[in-house]
């Protein structure tokens, strides 16, 4: 996942259909779901988060190139938890 603030804001407006600096939160995960970053917009400009698992998976729920998440999900995806075990 080389992508950052200028690739990633590209994915969202193409790929995704949305507006990057609407102050969203979008979420990209890796091929192989060991790192994620997260892309958002405030006052000041483009932010981007990261995190890369030493070991283990995340687990989005849903497939697909887009899907809503509850700020709930987001966190528990964060701690590494599946979704669909819940």
């Not at 994915?11 to 969203?24: I, K, M």
């Not at 979008?26 to 698992?53: E, P």
């Not at 999900?73 to 964060?78: A, D, G, T």
Request: with cysteine; net charge positive.
């Amino acid at each position: 996942m080389r992508k950052s603030f200028d690739g990633l804001s590209a994915l969202v407006r193409t790929r995704l259909a949305e507006d990057p600096l609407s102050g969203q939160l979008f979420v990209f995960i890796n091929r192989r779901r060991t790192q994620l970053k997260v892309l958002y917009f405030d006052r000041g400009g483009y932010c981007v988060w990261a995190k890369r698992l030493e070991q283990g998976q995340f687990h989005p729920l849903g497939a697909g190139d887009k899907h809503r998440l509850e700020w709930t999900e987001l966190k528990l995806i964060l701690e590494g938890i599946d979704l669909r075990s819940i």
